[in-house]
C-alpha cells in the first residue's frame, strides 16, 4: 500500500530535550515536505527537498533541520524544543512536480502531533 | 506574498451540490490552483487542480475565473463522508505550495 508513514504519531517532551521526527515513504517519490499545522494558521511549509541531498527552507523553518540521505526518509529534527514548537506536524511526499497533467498530487501523513513543555 | 482566501464555513443538504468559493487575486500566471481536505484526524488528501480551463475528476469539479483571481471547487452530491475542511492552495513552482484558511464543511442529513 502506498504512503507516508510519520514516528512518533504523538510525543510530549521538555525544552532543549533533541528529538527527531522520522518520514518515510514507499512511492519511490523525488519530492518530500514537512508542514506544521496550527489553529488559526492554517498549514504552513518549514522544508522541502527536491531529492537526495538537496534540500531548502519554506516559510517557517527557525529551530528545525532536516536531512535527505536516502530517498524514501525525510527527518525533520528538532534540535533544541521550544513550546512554540508545539503543534501537529506533517510530512508528505510527491513525484517531481513538472505542472500541467502531472499534478504533483502530495501524499500526506497522518500526522505527528508535538507537546514542548 | 501569493494568498489564498476561503470563508471559515459552510453548511450543505446531503445529496445537494455544494459551492466552495477562494480567493487568490494575488496568483501569477504560472501558479496552479490546487485542493485539497482534510478529514478529522487525518492528513489532507488531493481533491483537484487546473491552471486556467474549468477541471473534472471522479471527486469534483473545479471552476476557475477567467481573470483567475478566484475559483470554485463544486461538489455535484454532497455525502456525509464529504463533511471536511477544504483548503485551497497556490502551487508556486514545483517546491512551494501556499495553504488557505481552509472552509470547515458541515453536511445535514
Known amino acids: 500500500e502506498a504512503q507516508v508513514t510519520q514516528n512518533p504519531r504523538y510525543l510530549i517532551t521538555v525544552t532543549g530535550k533533541k528529538l527527531t521526527v522520522t518520514c518515510s515513504q514507499n512511492?519511490?517519490?523525488?519530492?518530500m515536505s514537512w508542514y506544521r499545522q496550527d489553529p488559526g494558521l492554517g498549514l504552513r511549509q518549514i522544508y522541502y527537498s527536491m531529492n537526495v541531498e538537496v534540500t531548502d527552507k519554506g516559510d517557517v523553518p527557525e529551530g528545525y533541520k532536516v536531512s535527505r540521505k536516502e530517498k524514501r526518509n525525510f527527518p525533520l529534527i528538532l534540535e533544541s524544543p521550544s513550546p512554540n514548537q508545539t503543534s501537529l506536524y506533517f510530512c508528505?511526499?510527491?513525484?517531481?512536480?513538472?505542472?500541467?497533467?502531472?499534478?504533483?498530487?502530495?501524499?500526506f501523513g497522518e500526522g505527528s502531533r508535538l507537546t514542548v513543555l | 506574498d501569493a494568498k489564498t482566501t476561503q470563508p471559515n464555513s459552510m453548511e450543505s443538504n446531503e445529496e445537494e451540490p455544494v459551492h466552495l468559493p477562494c480567493n487568490h487575486s494575488t496568483i501569477s500566471g504560472t501558479d496552479y490552483i490546487h485542493w485539497y481536505r482534510q478529514l478529522p484526524s487525518q492528513g489532507p488528501e488531493y481533491v483537484i487542480h487546473g491552471l486556467t480551463s474549468n477541471v473534472n475528476n471522479r471527486m469534483a469539479s473545479l471552476a476557475i475565473a477567467e481573470d483567475r483571481k478566484s475559483s470554485t471547487l463544486i461538489l455535484h452530491r454532497a455525502t456525509l463522508r464529504d463533511a471536511a475542511v477544504y483548503y485551497c492552495?497556490?502551487?508556486?513552482?514545483?517546491?512551494?505550495?501556499?495553504f488557505g484558511q481552509g472552509t470547515r464543511l458541515t453536511i445535514n442529513p
Open positions: 508528505a511526499s510527491s513525484l517531481r512536480y513538472s505542472g500541467g497533467d502531472n499534478t504533483g498530487e502530495l501524499f
Open positions: 492552495i497556490l502551487r508556486i513552482g514545483a517546491q512551494k505550495l501556499v
Open positions: 512511492m519511490n517519490h523525488e519530492y
